[in-house]
């Protein structure tokens, strides 16, 4: 019976590209669009304090990304721990409750999104037969870095006394929770080490834990994570879990993402994500962005049917992207020219 159920999640991912026509698109930036709608983030839970403070702006954001097209909608739960929460002053209850909600909020604004088609605004497939487009829950997950929320999640950087069950206790109750709360997949976002990717498999595979996820690793130049082992070595760990429905790279510079989606095919046959940042880099210390020379939101979009033809299936973007963006990488995966997909920014 084991064997089953890791089959049938292994095809989760390559059924739901099926539905979708081969290729589907992801939402983009969260924490940009919650402050174009009023949120105030400056806060170490980030895009997570506003499960508490403003749940109706994460809902707005979902809404949003729906849209325009994507296929995948990620929670706000990057940043929301339990021991984050705890340091704010809430209960481990609350801080559990919180989790569920992100889920939930994620769930209810896919219901609404439906609930608000009407027949002349669904999809229709090759065959011109009407159909409502699929989507999916992801469950987002960021690292331990992003808990600590001192720019270690760039550098990956945790210090001696960090090991891989350190890891594995920190994350272990919070992917519990979020494994129960009705998402599709469990997406472990920004991983910048191999040591956390890891702790990760190591998680998936504890009995409790039985839902699909995939692994999205961020690179500083195209052919290490932050703390400097090779993607591909991390890879092939994500590649060794068969829970693992999917690999990719977010929260990189779309230059690099060409050559990383190379490498990425040289070890693993599962489906390849990408969603990167705009093209703007950011400064953990300062907690800014900087301009990136001979690279913008519009180049981004140019680049998605690059990566399509080199072997990715999923698309989307991270950081400083908007709905925009996603409105151009549907259009582009749509067949229309990328001139047709300029953004309005």
Known sequence: MGSLV??????????????????AVVDGGFATELQRHGADINDPLWSAKCLITSPHLVTKVHLDYLE?????????????????FVAKGLSVEEAEGLLRRSVEITCEAREIFYNRCTKGSWDFDHAGKASRRPV??????????????????????YGDNVSKETLKDFHRRRVQILTKSGADLIAFETIPNKLEAEA???????????IPAWFSFTSNDGVTVPHGESVIECAKVADSCKKV?????????????????????????????????????????????IKSEGESEEDFVSYVS????????????????????????????????????????
């Open 136 to 157: 999916l829950v992801a469950a987002s997950v960021g690292s331990y870095g992003a808990y600590l929320a001192d720019g270690s999640e760039y550098s990956g950087n």
């Open 306 to 345: 690059r990566w399509r033809d080199e072997g990715a299936s999923l698309f989307g973007g991270c950081c400083r992207t908007t709905p925009n963006t996603i409105r151009g990488i549907v259009k582009v995966l749509s067949g229309e020219s990328p001139a047709a997909s300029k953004l309005k920014i």
């Open 245 to 289: 429905v999917a690999i990719g790279i977010n929260c990189t510079a779309p230059r690099y993402i060409h050559g990383l989606i190379t490498s990425l095919r040289q070890v693993t046959c599962k489906p390849i994500i990408v969603y990167p940042n705009s093209g703007e880099v950011y400064d953990g210390l300062t907690k800014k962005w």
């Open 200 to 210: 990760y498999v190591d998680l998936l595979e504890e009995k409790d834990i039985d």
């Open 6 to 23: 890791k089959e049938e999640t292994s095809s989760l991912m390559r059924e739901f590209l099926e539905k979708c026509g081969g290729y």
């Open 68 to 84: 325009s097209g994507a296929n995948i909608i990620l929670t706000a739960s990057y940043q929301a721990t339990i021991q984050g």
